[in-house]
């Protein structure tokens, strides 16, 4: 059974960083791709960023710059960290791989 399992997420100023982590069990994990998403109250869950069985990332235009991805296979786990955090990144995060979703980890910017 595949499983994803988000933390890291909590409550930081404006201006701060968080480390989210994601960590799979139940897949062969080197050989899916894995992507962050986030959902704010009252809109549509959106694509953060992702990373490929290669590793090679790509980011959605609004954390592009302040952002990072990256993977390690032997532990089954994709790390975005995420720097000059705004009130507008406050949303759950979630990671994906194939069909399957976590449960989304908590995200909220504000002082």
């Known amino acids: 059974q595949v499983q994803l399992v988000e933390s890291g997420g909590g409550l930081v100023q404006p201006g701060g960083s968080l480390r989210l982590s994601c960590a799979a069990s139940g897949i062969d994990f080197r050989l899916y791709g894995i992507g962050w998403y986030r959902q704010a109250p009252g809109k549509q869950r959106e694509l953060v960023a992702q990373i490929t069985t290669t590793g090679s990332a790509n980011f959605a235009d609004f954390v592009k710059g302040r952002s990072a991805i990256s993977r390690v296979n032997a532990k089954n786990t994709v790390t975005l960290q995420m720097t000059s955090l705004k009130p507008e990144d406050t949303a759950v995060y979630y990671c994906?791989?194939?069909?399957?979703w976590g449960q989304g980890t908590q995200v909220t910017v504000s002082s």
């Open positions: 994906r791989a194939g069909d399957a």
